[in-house]
């Protein structure tokens, strides 16, 4: 017996495991040429494309991408080295151009789809499916040009950062196609082995869906290739112990801290990160509503969707219906598997493919169109295999359907990436999904303020950084852009660099300052500000802002003093006093605020702006109706101020918690809480909040307990976890079918 015959476990003169080589077709020699050709046309504009969300730290913020001598160390030492090594050639190349990037992107694209060509067309000519060459190399033409121009992959294709998720795909079908390849290959078995394992350990390298390889290999495997486990392990378990030692790759890479990190620190991406702020089995139960979305954009991918902000359930059986249906698939699927009916291998791959991202381990974006980018390969033959069943008698109508298929989708994908070249246009399709979703407002603000020229200054700012990467006033300047526009995790290594660059620079240290305070890191940011304030005493915005944080610090005496020394500046500035009356409300000292309140609104020619803050000192102590009666005037006299919407908020929540019944009114407090909520929008958990107080006046303890439910999740969704225990008291007292009372 051969090794060859060992390897298959029986010998070669036994027909029931004879696999022969795959015959060659004419069809081989120019598919590759068609896709090329085929792919370009479709995806051309990806190369007039720039950077999105992740892109920009992912590439020109990241050490490791700008010196490729630190690529090369940690390319085998850090989660997805081997994509940051591909960032870094980038880079060495051509510097922060995108184009490079997006063409590199495209030709892992399209060795992707080479590799699923020879996937599915050696794979179809097994002795356990039985097809004849031709149509199986047909077959699998279709299949693999239907993938490349397939929709729903262009999020993958096009946005930078997920070239992660086309390197790791393309290795998951090195794997399988490594697999076929040992049981047809009687003089390189070996190699096809080894070639598989080394498939699997650079895919660690990649992403975190590689995870899953080693278990669909030994699914094929099983289905496709050999009867019995025993068989399998008999034959290949020098193969399968490497597949399964590549898991050690995780621990080596830290690739598990996906699990632990935390978003509100800014180091983690956009894609990763909830564990602390949403529940496993909550998580598990959104996702069946997001997968059977991906499976339906698989069929129908009509509205596509670059940033979902998809809501997070407020409980497991809000998604009870989704969920059940997703288990019966999942059981369906294991027991044909069990069955050893081959095809189950299709929604077994899919399951195991979307496992690390869609199952029990929450990461942040609860649905990312690009988690299917391979997945839906799996759905594509399984259709592509049911209609070559229902049309084996008409082959001419078959190929027929695949070429409309083929060209309704390549318009489809062609459009989207039109969409791609335009942010403005990509954002405001995200708001047409999303109206309430806080990332596309301002990601659809920044694409408004590059298209009217702000993008050309970065770029020369990032050019500057290029030629210098210590030049103090580039660094500054693009990092306080990026503050500005909220895109913290670009501002913080630029900010932080000007300033070690420049310490003695107040307009540096102000700006890092501020970010500081947003990441809550209080102590590092009340140095800079003394530090300023010792150099220019007389700033008095920077007086303010140094008085907020000691506020937020608790530490009012010493807020009070930054205010009276801003005072004495400015001693009839309003904005200031009123500042120093909600400190003192806050420190509470109710009494003190109520004089000062009265005294500024007696001084100020009763400004509009002193209105609310009178109000709020007579709600603190305990004046009630006067505090009623200033909220309502204000409203009254001025009905369309945008400004007004905090005093709507503050009335529903009067209306609906005040300890004087007299105060209270069910019928305005609901009233007020609807308009807060209406524009607002159900993303922010204080609209919720609010409703379900205003509900609950009512005597609609049902609707207030399922609002409550809502304003949880929107806590958790946004990081909000210290809020929780407030909420859900008040949600205990909803569940005693009572009112909350302040």
Known sequence: MTDYERALGKPMTDTSTNISIPMRTSIGYWAWLAMLIWMAVVYHGALQTGYFLDDEQSILLNPSVIDLGIAFQNAMLSDRGLVTLSFAGNYALHGAEPWGYHLVNLVVHYLNGLLLFGLLSRTLQLPSVGMDAKRATWLGFAGAMIWLIHPLGSQAVIYLAQRAELMASGMYLLG?????RSVDSPTHWRRWQIGCVLACLLGMQCKLICVTMPVTLLAMDRLL???SFGRIFKTRRWMYLGLIATWGMMGMTGMLGIFSSDPQNGTASAGAGLMQIISPSTYLAAQSSVILYYLKLSVWPVVLVFDHNWPVPATVSECGLTLSVMVVLFLVTVILAGMRVRWSILPLAVFLILAPTCSFVPVFDLAVEHRMYLAVACVIVGILLLLGRLLRRFPSV??????????????RTWFR??????????????????PDSPRARLHLQVAQAMAQGLDKHIQQLQRAIADDSNDASALHALGEIYLKSQRFNLARPLLEKAVNLKSDNADYCISLAQLQRIDGRLTEASKLYEQVIQQRPEDVSTLVAYAELLAGQKRWQQALDCLNQALVLKPDDVTLKINQVNILLRADRKVHALIAAKELYAQSGQDPRTFGVLASAYAANGQWAQARDLFEQILAQHPRNSSNLGTVQRLAWLYATCPDESVCDGVKALTYAKTFFDRVGGSNPVAWDTLAAALARSGDYEQAIHAMHKAIARLKAVGRSDLIPAYQQRLDTYQRYRPWHQ
């Open 176 to 180: 399988a196609y490594s697999l076929v």
């Open 417 to 434: 990436v039109g969409d791609y070249q335009q942010p403005v246009v990509l954002w405001q399709k995200v708001l047409a999904v999303y």
């Open 398 to 411: 078959f190929m027929t359907v695949c070429v409309l298929i083929i060209l309704m989708l390549s318009i």
């Open 225 to 227: 290739l050999l009867d």
